[in-house]
């Protein structure tokens, strides 16, 4: 079955960085795009970032750009995202999640389980 394990979330103070890591596995992981979503407490899920399945085309949602990057070494089924210059309202749970753009917020069944990141002073 597919499965997704994210890690390197923690605390940060603002201005900060942070390298999330998602280790893919049940399925042929070159095949895919990839994506990051995340999920603030009582809000819906957000769309954050995208990569087609070869890497070198990708896209981000507006208030993250200039900030986070999104990449992948197919040789070790690994998804990366590189945060930097965080700010408070980054703070939330963060997903790994197989498919690309926005569509793959309406099926958590392709979701990994989530790193928390939080971003305070």
């Known amino acids: 079955q597919v499965q997704l394990v994210e890690s390197g979330g923690g605390l940060m103070q603002p201005g900060g960085s942070l390298r999330l890591s998602c280790v893919a596995s049940g399925f042929v992981f070159t095949e895919y795009g990839m994506s990051w979503v995340r999920q603030a407490p009582g809000k819906g899920p957000e769309w954050v970032a995208s990569i087609h399945s070869a890497g070198g085309s990708s896209t981000y949602r507006d208030s993250v750009k200039g900030r986070f990057t999104i990449s992948r070494d197919n040789t070790k089924n690994t998804l990366f995202l590189q945060m930097d210059n965080l700010k408070p309202e980054d703070t939330a749970v963060y997903y790994c999640?197989?498919?690309?753009?926005?569509?793959?917020?309406?099926?958590?069944?392709?979701w990994g389980q989530g790193t928390q990141v939080t971003v305070s002073s």
């Open positions: 999640a197989r498919g690309y753009a926005a569509l793959v917020t309406t099926n958590k069944d392709y």
